[in-house]
């Protein structure tokens, strides 16, 4: 079951916030969050397993509430190269991921 | 990370040909998957390939269209059979440990 990712895009100024979200209907094992820029393959950022865990490097980071089998991705301080599609992937167990339909960010300076 | 490496690029088909891509990681995984991607559209997976066994297709997906070969842990391929216009898309390879990495995508058009 595709999860569900909002918003559908977002537009925003440099050093301006950001959150993503993405929900799941299935229990899920782990959440992957990947950033795709036009005419590139996706770029893994992150992932994050069962147990509630929350990660983060540089000024992207995520949560994971696995009771709610929801997980969102925050962007502070936004920067002109965070600008793509932002896509999350969830897996329950049966170790393929499936992905949520994207959320396009655009970055303004 | 993996480095995925897929060959073609990208292909300018014939309705009613097939085509095979390749897809060399540049390390053993445990895993490797084929996506497709329309532009502008999320990553559909196709299937799973399995090394040493047949791979596992998700619904809508079948191996007379999409046939798939692991002979390895570090190589697989995709046919796209007998194809039509409705086949054009980016196809990506991805291999997975713990994290799942993706290929540089194959761009395929059937005229």
């Known amino acids: 079951q595709q999860p569900v990712q909002s918003p559908q895009a977002v537009i925003l100024r440099e050093g301006e916030d950001a959150v993503i979200n993405c929900s799941s209907s299935?229990?899920?094992?782990?959440v992957h969050w990947y950033r795709q820029k036009h005419g590139e393959a996706p770029v893994f950022l992150m992932i994050?397993?069962?147990?509630?865990e929350q990660k983060g490097h540089d000024k992207i980071s995520a949560s994971f509430n696995e009771k709610k089998q929801q997980s969102s991705l925050y962007l502070t301080a936004s920067q002109l190269s965070y600008s793509g599609t932002y896509f999350c992937g969830t897996e329950s167990g049966d170790d393929k991921i499936i992905f949520g339909k994207g959320t396009r960010l655009h970055i303004l300076p | 990370s993996a480095v995925i490496s897929q060959k073609p690029s990208r292909d300018i088909c014939q309705r009613g040909t097939s085509l095979t891509i390749q897809c060399q990681v540049d390390?053993?995984?445990?895993?490797m998957f084929w996506y497709r991607q329309q532009p502008g559209q999320s990553l559909t997976l196709i299937a799973t390939a399995n090394q040493g066994s047949e791979a596992t297709y998700e619904s809508g997906f079948v191996i007379d269209k999409f046939p798939i070969s692991r002979p390895n842990l570090t190589f697989s391929t995709l046919t796209v059979s007998n194809m039509s216009p409705e086949d054009s898309s980016i196809y990506l390879c991805?291999?997975?440990?713990?994290?799942?990495?993706f290929g540089p995508g194959t761009r395929l058009t059937v005229l």
């Open positions: 390390s053993q995984v445990t895993m």
């Open positions: 994050l397993l069962k147990g509630g």
């Open positions: 991805s291999a997975r440990d713990n994290e799942q990495f």
């Open positions: 299935k229990a899920l094992y782990s």
